[in-house]
């Protein structure tokens, strides 16, 4: 549950091309951040049935000459700290170089598994030459090619081998586990003490699967649910780009460990790129999620139009997804703090619900009979019967068309607004399929 694999190098190896291999995509979290583009690289990666987290640490360099080494060195350290397996990639062509030397000195100190990989060996020669990498003392180098995937199949067989394995699940299945995340400052803290309250003898902690996922058992007014706290943020005194980096590292385990994600936004400063960030974190994991403004009682004006046009603002950000509740709350005050234990619990039964086959073709057949798919090429799609798929991680609805293949995003959409509009799923993603009848 919630495996971490780091990338580290120098720059110009070729992480992200892994990286972008390991996912499959082109590009994970981008935040444009002060003129440099930096790739805040996260993204899911699956390998014979084993799903991990693959953080690419390359976009947090800073560039410039006196700091890139000591920028390096963090980077790596932090690696170390918070991955379960760490791919240390150097370059062929180059031989070893002396930043390569520096982090293998950092690397052979941990007592995390490093894999060397030894990358651009996009012939055999290049394999030849590989062997001088053995002088890190690292181990056997893994020759690849990120950018035409030779040898990745090999590194990702051994990457999987050495995960740890999960531990049995030491909390009770059946009970939701919400995960209150944000922004360093969000008020996060304040708000799990306001929920606590004093009375900490209500509270059992459980240490979680992970080292650092302690779920905290609630029982209170009614409620009955885990909070998952990333324990120990440690309070680094580290540049404030570090502490936005740990804060999306600790969140990543966080939020693959719950059910319920509720963000933290603080009132005061709306809604930033990092909130973003998270958001995207909680959509790639398909989590269910609950929006809370914290800090309500600091805004001046709290009339019903500045949270309207507030409210608005966060949707109009978080789009397509915009179906889930928006809380105004003060952790201070204690003001509606209840309301987001309501939503978090509301939302989390919305994403075990089950609508009756016969409910929704009965609602469902006749809206797409005046609506039916746009024709392609003169062709008519048909969707004669649908279902939601049982035992499904998020609720899952399958239209049934001659044509599926032609059937696009838009009307995708469309589907599911339908579904929104007649049963409540609020707070929590939908899939659609469509499938050959």
């Known amino acids: 549950m919630g495996n971490i694999v780091a990338i580290v190098g120098r720059p110009n190896v070729g992480k992200s091309t892994l990286f972008n291999r390991l996912t499959q995509t082109r590009h994970a979290i981008v935040s444009n951040e002060a003129g440099t583009t930096r790739d805040r690289q996260y993204g899911k990666s699956e390998w014979v049935g084993h799903e991990f987290s693959v953080i690419d640490t390359g976009g947090w360099v800073v560039n410039s000459d006196d700091i890139f080494e000591e920028e390096i060195r963090k980077q790596v350290a932090l690696a170390t700290e918070e991955a379960d397996v760490i791919l240390f990639m150097v370059d062929v062509k180059n031989g070893v170089t002396d930043l390569d030397e520096a982090v293998a000195g950092i690397l052979r100190r941990t007592k995390k598994p490093v894999l060397l990989v030894a990358n651009k060996a996009d012939s055999n020669e290049w394999i030849y030459s590989s062997a001088e990498f053995y002088s890190l003392g690292l181990g056997d180098p893994y020759c690849v090619s990120a950018a035409t995937g030779a040898g990745t199949g090999d590194l990702l067989d051994k990457v999987v081998s050495i995960l740890p394995k999960s531990t049995a699940e030491t909390t009770d299945e059946l009970i939701p586990r919400f995960a209150i995340v944000g922004r360093p400052n969000a008020g996060k803290s304040s708000m ?116 309207k046009t507030f409210e608005a603002a966060i949707r109009e950000r978080m789009a397509p997804f915009d179906d889930f509740p928006i809380i105004f709350a003060s952790a201070l005050t204690k003001q509606r703090i209840f309301r987001v234990l309501e939503a978090a619990k509301d939302v989390f039964l919305n994403r075990k619900r089950r609508v009756p086959t016969a409910k929704l073709n009965e609602e469902m057949l006749p809206l797409i009979e005046s609506y039916p798919p746009p024709s392609v090429k003169g062709k008519y799609i048909k969707i004669k019967y649908c279902m939601q798929l049982p035992e499904t991680q998020i609720p899952s609805f399958v239209f049934y068309a001659n044509l599926p293949q032609y059937v696009h995003e838009p009307y995708r959409r469309f589907l599911e607004n339908k579904i929104r509009e007649r049963w409540d799923f609020s707070g929590t993603p939908i899939n659609i399929f469509i499938r050959q009848k």
């Open 192 to 307: 799990i003490n306001a929920f606590i309250g004093e009375e900490r003898h209500i509270v059992t902690d459980i240490a979680g699967t992970t080292r650092d996922s302690i779920y905290t058992r609630y029982t209170k007014f009614g409620f009955d649910f885990y909070l998952v706290d990333t324990a120990g943020i440690r309070k680094k005194n580290k540049v404030s780009e570090d502490l936005e980096f740990y804060s999306v590292m600790r969140s990543i385990r966080a939020i693959e460990n719950s059910d319920v994600c509720v963000l933290m936004i603080d009132a005061t400063r709306g809604i930033e790129s990092q909130d973003m960030n998270i958001f995207q974190v909680i959509r790639r994991n398909n989590k269910s999620i609950v929006v809370v403004v914290n800090k309500w009682d600091l805004v001046e004006d709290k009339s019903l139009q500045v949270m």
